[in-house]
């Protein structure tokens, strides 16, 4: 069964499936975590109420420390770093239920800034565990790639990444790591929402 560790934040969550403030708008930005770099940390938001598989995908492959001691691989000047890789080649990587799922896009969600953050895929509806934080509008990716958050933190630690000088294929010359990561909210868990499978609907857990 997948499970997550308690959060470690103070703060009441909502409900990560669709829920509607008084003015009508989704409350989408409910989770968060920090990833914990070796160039620093960098705080992130994930859209659970637009992409909710994704996003229970993301966060229980952090829960469950599967990027933990990963490197990010690729690293592109003003166009994004891409991470999340256990193999750290670019090759390896699996989803939280093993092979591939669909994508989730979603008109609320572009590749609009920097520190965009969007699932890796090798072509349509194979996405796994890699990931990629964008350096700069990449409206050319939208569509394709499905974005499930974006940085609201840590923009120095980004800015450090991107300096990394690179060698063939991109990859950077000094290493940079996930150390661990730290969640802070995760809605889907405090309700006892998961996904069962990759191809069905979300299920509460009893208890």
Not at 104 to 119: A, I, K, N, P, T
Request: charged share 20%; proline share 6%.
């Amino acid at each position: 069964a997948i499970s997550y560790p308690p959060c470690t934040c103070s703060q009441a969550h909502p409900l990560s499936l669709p829920r509607r403030t008084s003015a009508g708008r989704a409350e989408h930005f409910a989770m968060s975590v920090t990833l914990h770099t070796t160039l620093g940390e960098l705080k992130i938001e994930i859209a659970c109420d637009i992409v909710p598989k994704s996003a229970f995908n993301f966060m229980a492959l952090c829960a469950s420390g599967q990027y933990d001691g990963t490197i990010f691989h690729r690293n592109m000047k003003n166009f994004m770093i891409q991470g999340g890789d256990p193999t750290g080649t670019g090759k390896g990587g699996e989803s939280i239920w093993g092979g591939t799922f669909d994508d989730e896009f979603s008109g609320e969600l572009r590749h609009d800034r920097r520190g965009v953050v969007s699932m890796a895929n090798k072509g349509a509806n194979t996405n796994r565990a890699q990931f990629f934080i964008t350096y700069s509008k990449q409206p050319h990716l939208n569509n394709k790639y499905t974005v499930i958050g974006r940085v609201i933190d840590g923009f120095e630690a980004l800015d450090a990444m991107e300096r990394v000088p690179v060698g063939k294929k991109d990859r950077p010359l000094s290493e940079i790591k996930i150390n661990n990561v730290q969640i802070h909210a995760n809605p889907l868990a405090e309700d006892g929402i998961v996904y069962p499978s990759a191809d069905g609907g979300p299920a509460r857990t009893e208890g």
